[in-house]
């Protein structure tokens, strides 16, 4: 069952920041916070993970809050083709995930 | 190009059919995963197999029937299904399942299987 709320829709202007909230109050000491994203019709591409710690890699960057309930995916500068529903799970294996609703990510020219 | 390939692409079936759908990967994963994808909803997991072996069946009508012959090739065989079974069906592999001690990699996700049944 998905453990994560997300809103579930967003608008970013092209080349500007996307910034995506993610609530992960429950989350459990050993569960890691997973970033995914699905364009239409294709099946989901691994974003970013992290347990703690803030990370980053060349597609994004991911905060997540001293006390782990929340976390932000950031884009750092959104094209069209990050238009996409994004998905935060949580998972302390990394293996069963248990996809949410998302957040569905408009990128505007 | 994800290393996981999913056959057919799509699939039109009437409900008294048999067909089974495809998928295999290349990336030497050994935790295989089935999900559904309905209309305007959630993907489901539905089936994961570790080492070929089914590790979990999240209350899959019988209908759908998984294989798994080897850790590289996933299977499901469908029969008798129904209208609302259409959907998109998606297989994903990682590098293993482990039931705790932190992530054993992500899971990379084929371009699913688009099945109609009339």
């Known amino acids: 069952d998905a453990k994560t709320t997300q809103p579930p829709s967003m608008d970013c202007a092209e080349g500007r920041a996307a910034n995506l909230p993610c609530n992960h109050s429950?989350?459990?000491?050993?569960?890691?916070v997973y970033w995914y994203r699905q364009i239409h019709s294709q099946g989901p591409q691994y974003i970013i993970h992290?347990?703690?710690n803030n990370e980053t890699n060349e597609m994004a960057s991911l905060i997540i809050t001293e006390d782990r309930k929340s976390s932000t995916l950031i884009l750092p500068h959104a094209t069209l083709r990050d238009t996409a529903v994004y998905y935060c799970i949580v998972s302390p294996t990394g293996n069963q995930f248990y996809f949410g609703t998302g957040t569905s990510l408009t990128v505007i020219p | 190009e994800t290393g996981v390939t999913q056959t057919p692409r799509h699939l039109v079936m009437g409900m008294t059919n048999k067909k089974s759908l495809k998928c295999e990967q290349h990336l030497g994963h050994n935790a295989m995963y089935w999900y559904k994808q309905s209309a305007k909803k959630p993907l489901e997991l539905m089936f994961v197999y570790n080492f070929k072996e089914q590790t979990e069946n999240n209350s899959v009508p019988s209908r759908f029937s998984p294989e798994c012959p080897n850790s590289s090739h996933l299977f499901l065989h469908l029969h008798t299904l129904q209208p609302e079974d259409s959907a998109l069906y998606l297989c994903?592999?990682?590098?293993?399942?482990?039931?705790?001690?932190?992530?054993?990699?992500?899971?990379?996700f084929g371009e699913g299987s688009r099945l109609t049944v009339l």
């Open positions: 992290g347990l703690k």
């Open positions: 429950t989350i459990s000491g050993n569960e890691y």
């Open positions: 994903a592999s990682s590098l293993s399942l482990r039931l705790a001690g932190g992530p054993t990699g992500e899971l990379f």
